[in-house]
Each structure stands twice: as C-alpha cells, then as structure tokens.
C-alpha cells in the first residue's frame, strides 16, 4: 500500500521576517455560503436571502466574514508553507473586514512574515504572519495577523 507525501511544511527555521508568498484564488459559491450557514447556524438573511441582499448597503447577499477567513487559512495551507510542522494555530489578531465577499468572489491570500520568535519549551517558536485576503480585483476585503506554533527542524 503506498502513502501520499504529508506536506510537512516549512519548519520553524525557514521562516524569515520579510518573507512573502501569495495562494491561488479560490471562488466563493453558493454551496459555500449554504453549508456555512448550516454549520455554523448562522443563517442571517444578509447571507442567505436574495431578496433581503437587494435592500441592503451591498444591493446583494454576501458571504459571512468568517467563512472567508476559513477559506483564507485553507488557502494559505495549500500554499505548502503551513502543514504538518504547524504545532497549532494560536492567534488571530487585528482582524478586520474592509471589503465585503460576495458569492462569485474569487479570493486570494497574500501572507508576509513578520516575526519570528523561538520558544524553546515547545521545540519550535512563535511565527507572526500579516495577511491580506484580496478579491478578483486585488481590492483588499479583510486583513489582520496570524499566530502560528511551528516545529523545530530537529523534532
């Protein structure tokens, strides 16, 4: 029986403030904002009513802020930096939603490395990471920073 390869990741070491990498797009459909609803219960009508979208500030239905941050950090995994060295996800900090998402967005995470800061205890350190999710347009619709627990090359 064969294994896939694990995508490991960058290790602790290799990430250096200044560093800068960009994900593929991803569009935002209908089904996605549906199943978000369903799982996260939030079924305001400015995500799930058309007719509602229409009288709004936005003329449509958009999606929830947070489901575009958990598309955001699937798409920054699949940049192949953050994976299996990733020993946990720890802060979400300064975010803001700038811009809204609506549904035929399609979303792109550009993610640069500001810090970096060893923790020893936990065989790897403290990774900052400032985030920029733009749309199709590059119009910036929420940033902030990320906090990741990485391994140590050595572990």
């Known amino acids: 029986m064969s294994t896939l ?6 290790f602790f070491e290799d990430f250096q403030p200044g560093q800068k990498v960009s994900s593929v797009g991803r569009t935002v459909t209908e089904h996605d904002v549906v199943s978000f609803a369903g799982l996260s219960g939030d079924f305001n009508l400015i995500h ?3 007719e509602f979208g ?11 802020g947070l489901l575009g ?27 803001k939603f700038v811009k ?5 967005d399609t979303i792109h995470v550009e993610m640069e490395v500001l ?22 347009s590059n119009e910036n619709t929420m940033k902030g920073l990320w906090t990741v627990l990485v391994k140590n090359r050595s572990q």
């Open 5 to 10: 390869p694990l995508n490991t990741g960058l």
């Open 54 to 64: 229409k009288s709004t500030p936005f003329g449509q239905r958009i999606a929830h």
């Open 100 to 104: 809204p998402v609506f549904i035929g």
């Open 115 to 136: 810090e970096s800061k060893a923790l020893p205890r936990l065989g790897g350190g403290s990774v900052t990471l400032g985030i920029h999710v733009n749309n199709q």
């Open 69 to 95: 941050l958990a598309i955001a950090s699937g798409l920054a995994v699949q940049t192949g930096i953050l994976g299996a060295n990733v020993i946990a996800f720890r802060e979400v900090g300064e975010w």
């Open 48 to 50: 799930t009513n058309a």
